[in-house]
């Protein structure tokens, strides 16, 4: 199997909220996608793991996933260990992704930053011949990361104004996570994370000119071939 694009995350139904329609725009465009969820979500306080990977296999349906998976690594004490990078650096040489996203390298959940240091140092080891002898090099060409949870200015940001009804279905897959009212205020009702979502999504949508976006941070320059032909009004 080789991917055009692969979203690493920590959590089931993180890359729903920061990567989602893009995965959901590359696919329209024919692209094979992919998400590996890190861990099954089993610290969180409603949902088994089983029916967390249940509802992110729902949720890969409204996203068009070709493949996703989960590596059931321990939730909210992600460690960025040599046995968790070789798993995830083998796991990266099976998929072959050209296009890998992680997400930002700073944010409030330390699994979130972890699984960014993890899969950038895996995406390196999954490009060493001498790695293990089962499975073939394969270093990604390019390397995204998704800048949803935190301030920054983004790099590029992608028009997702087609795709947000469907990855708010893909979120809302998760219904141990967002089904319904909860007296404890910690788990968003429906309307509250639509607003939220949607609030998020037109903030980076208005940096472009369109409805609804999504950023993106990368390390290294952006080329381009025609100025004349550049998007985005100055401003
Ligand atoms: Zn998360």
Known sequence: MALDVLAIAAHPDDVEQTCGGTLIRMAEAGYRTGVLDLTAGDMGTRGTPEERIAESEAAAKHLRLDWRGNLRMPDARLENNISARMTLAVKIREVKPR?????????????????????????????????????????????????????????????????????????????????????????????????????????????????????????????????????????
């Not at 983004?154 to 795709?163: C, G, K, M």
């Not at 994370?193 to 980076?204: C, H, K, S, T």
């Open 99 to 235: 296009v890998v996203i992680l997400p930002y390298w700073e944010g409030r959940h330390p699994d979130h930053y972890r699984a960014c240091e993890m899969g950038y140092e895996a995406c390196f080891l999954a490009g060493l011949k001498k790695l293990d002898e089962y499975s073939e090099p394969h270093r990604p060409f390019k390397i995204l990361y998704s800048g949803l949870y935190t301030n920054i200015k983004p790099s590029f940001v992608v028009d997702i104004s087609a795709q947000f009804e469907r990855r708010m279905a893909a979120l809302l897959s998760y219904t141990s996570q967002y089904g319904g009212a909860d007296a404890s205020g910690l788990f968003p009702s429906e309307q509250e994370i639509r607003e939220r979502l949607g609030a998020i999504a037109r903030f980076y949508g208005n940096l472009i000119g369109v409805r609804y976006g999504e950023p993106f941070i990368v390390k290294e320059a952006m080329e381009i071939g025609d100025i004349v032909a550049m998007p985005v009004r100055s401003i």
